[in-house]
Each structure stands twice: as C-alpha cells, then as structure tokens.
C-alpha cells in the first residue's frame, strides 16, 4: 500500500464548475501538506502548503486538511480552462532521516472544458 | 519561472553508460533536492542537500549519487544506466523544507 493515495481520475468538468480533489495517507507523522500543479511536461508548481489540520485559502483555491482521517484535499471555485492540469499532493514529516523528502500522491488529471 | 535551472533539457544515451544531469538553484536557497518521475512510479524522492552536506537520502540506487558544490549548484550522476532509468528527473531548491520549487526537468531516455 502507497503512503499517500490520490485518485488519478482523469476529472473533465465545465468552466467555472468547483473542483474537489483528494488524497489519503497512512503514515500519521506528516506534518505539512502541499500541492502542486504540473503542466504537461513542465515541472511541479507549488499551488499551497498547509501545516497541521485546518483550512488555508488563496484566491479561488482552498486547502483543507483533516489529520484525524488522514484526508486532504484541494478546492478550485470557478474553475478556468487554464487550471487544466495533473494535481499532485504531497507531504513530509517533521524531521528525522526524512527532513526534506517529499512524498506525492500520484496525481489528479483534470480538465477544464470551456 | 521558479528560478531553478537544469541542464540538459534531453538526453539519450544508452545502457551501461554514465550521465551528469545538473542543476542550478534560486538565488538564496541552500536545499537542493532531486527527485525521479516515471509514469508507474510516479514523482519520488531520490536525495536532499543543505549547503553542500547530505540531509536525507531516499531509496537511490547505489549506482545513482549526487553532490552539491560551494557555488550551491548540484549534480546528479547516473552510471550503469538500464532501459528502467528513463524518467524525468526534477531538482527542487528552497529556503525552507516546505516550499521547495522545481526545476523544469531534464528528460532521460535509455536505449
């Protein structure tokens, strides 16, 4: 079983549709959260970071995290077909012989139709 | 534009040989990080650097090592190359373990 979980869908909806996307984890030393969104052959491109449990926004996007079910997940209110993209969580814990590692869910393919 | 910089963009070559992949960071950031993308894997860690020391390493082949020079930039090598090395390789640098940028990647083909 994967630490992290994340549906690879691929999610097709409607311009200015909200957009819910999710991953789980097992490992309950993560920390802080992140995600990233990755253009077709283009590196990662950090959207957020959220420490802990609880709900961060910036602009059309919202991350929430719930530490007690082990469930993050990423909102995109009015959805634009710019935002079509592969979404990637991630997560590290809070140090150890893991510092800085990262680890990602597979990614979310989502398109935005106009 | 994250201000990370990898060298070469593509690179073909073929079983059993070497490469260099390189990677320069944003100015300021002492934490390089290099990670492996393939389609079944998917994006993993490989190794972490702060100010030229190894911080964390991540399940890399022996046959894969890194380092990161004064000047801060860093480079990947790869030897003994096999047809399951083909992958995009990414390196990340940051301030802090959070916020880490990426790099655009450099493209590795094993034929």
């Known amino acids: 079983q994967k630490e992290v979980e994340q549906d690879p869908g691929p999610l097709s909806v409607p311009e200015g549709a909200i957009v819910s996307l999710n991953c789980t984890y097992s490992?309950?030393?993560?920390?802080?959260f992140m995600w990233y969104r990755q253009y077709s052959r283009k590196g990662p491109e950090l959207l957020m970071y959220?420490?802990?449990?609880g709900n961060k926004e910036d602009g059309r996007f919202t991350a929430q995290v719930d530490k007690s079910s082990k469930y993050i997940s990423l909102f995109i209110r009015d959805s634009q077909p710019s935002d079509s993209a592969t979404y990637l969580c991630?997560?590290?814990?809070?140090?150890?012989?893991?510092?800085?590692?990262?680890?990602f869910g597979q990614g979310t393919i989502l398109t935005v139709h106009p | 534009d994250s201000g990370v910089t990898q060298t070469p963009k593509h690179l073909i070559t073929a079983t059993g040989q070497r490469v260099t992949l390189r990677c320069s960071p944003r100015?300021?950031?002492?934490?390089v990080y290099w990670y492996q993308q393939s389609l079944d894997q998917g994006l993993q860690f490989l190794i972490h650097?702060?100010?030229?020391?190894?911080?964390a390493k991540g399940n890399i082949l022996e046959r894969f090592s890194a380092q990161q020079f004064p000047d801060l930039h860093s480079e990947l090598n790869l030897s003994s190359l096999e047809l399951g090395d083909s992958a995009l390789y990414f390196c990340?640098?940051?301030?802090?373990?959070?916020?880490?940028?990426f790099g655009p990647g450099t493209r590795l083909t094993v034929l």
């Open positions: 990340a640098s940051s301030r802090t373990n959070n916020e880490q940028f």
């Open positions: 490992n309950s030393a993560f920390q802080y």
């Open positions: 959220t420490y802990s449990s």
């Open positions: 991630a997560m590290r814990d809070a140090g150890g012989t893991s510092y800085g590692k990262l680890t």
């Open positions: 100015s300021g950031d002492l934490s």
């Open positions: 650097y702060y100010n030229g020391e190894e911080r």
